[in-house]
């Protein structure tokens, strides 16, 4: 089954400065990446997601960049801000192959300092 | 409602006792997806619906958990005789139809003494 690592577990960064995450996969068959940030005691909430037919999605100061040959994504978090801190999870599925539901990873706690 | 809603948002139980946990997805919502979160990780898929038809349990740990929908809307996770290690936050989710985006509830954090 599908397997997915997610690094670094926890990220630092200074206000201004970029944070970027890191995923890999393990099914060639995953063709749908959403990236989702968790705040301290509420339900995850989808920031972004990126398609396998597609290799870079940008939303503002949030872009993700997909690696279908490696099989890894990555999330990119420009001009950070003291908002941006919480937990983030990114997960893959195979929309298409019958295969709904989402792997996550273990998360990356992300840290902005003022 | 604005978004989907779950009860009780915590439970405390003795280990052997039932629980039932409920989730009220998003009207209009077709497919339904449980979780369940230990700390420090990401959510671990239990099963999903589609209006009423239980479409995956592949997730589901072990023959004590068991999930319905009855009526194609609130959705249902049972627990039979509880054991410790099943303390979690236990996770919906729902999209308008599968394969869309997921909008994920509060959680249900359960403690089994």
């Known amino acids: 089954g599908e397997n997915v690592e997610q690094h670094p577990s926890t990220l630092s960064v200074q206000e201004g400065d970029s944070a970027v995450i890191k995923c890999t996969y393990s099914?060639?068959?995953?063709?749908?990446f959403p990236w989702y940030k968790q705040e301290l005691g509420k339900g995850p909430q989808l920031i972004i997601d990126i398609r396998s037919n597609v290799g870079e999605k940008k939303d503002q100061r949030i872009a993700v960049t997909l690696n279908k040959t490696a099989k890894h994504f990555s999330l990119h978090i420009t001009e950070t801000q003291p908002e941006d801190s919480a937990v983030y999870f990114c997960?893959?599925?195979?929309?298409?192959?019958?295969?709904?539901?989402?792997?996550f990873g273990t998360g990356t706690r992300l840290k902005v300092l003022a | 409602g604005a978004g989907v809603s779950q009860s009780p948002r915590y439970k405390v139980t003795k280990r052997g006792q039932d629980v039932a946990l409920r989730c009220d997805p998003i009207s209009g919502h077709v497919s339904l997806y449980w979780y369940r979160q230990a700390l420090g990780q990401g959510p671990e898929f239990l099963t999903y619906?589609?209006?009423?038809?239980?479409?995956?349990k592949s997730g589901l740990p072990n023959d004590r958990f068991s999930a319905e929908r009855p009526e194609g809307s609130i959705s249902t996770l049972t627990i039979q005789r509880t054991e410790q290690r099943d303390s979690a936050m236990y996770r919906c989710?729902?999209?308008?139809?599968?394969?869309?985006?997921?909008?994920f509830g509060p959680g249900t954090r359960l403690t089994v003494l």
């Open positions: 619906f589609n209006y009423e038809a239980q479409q995956d």
């Open positions: 997960a893959a599925s195979g929309l298409g192959s019958g295969t709904y539901k989402y792997i």
């Open positions: 989710a729902s999209s308008p139809i599968s394969g869309n985006e997921q909008f």
């Open positions: 099914d060639s068959a995953s063709n749908y």
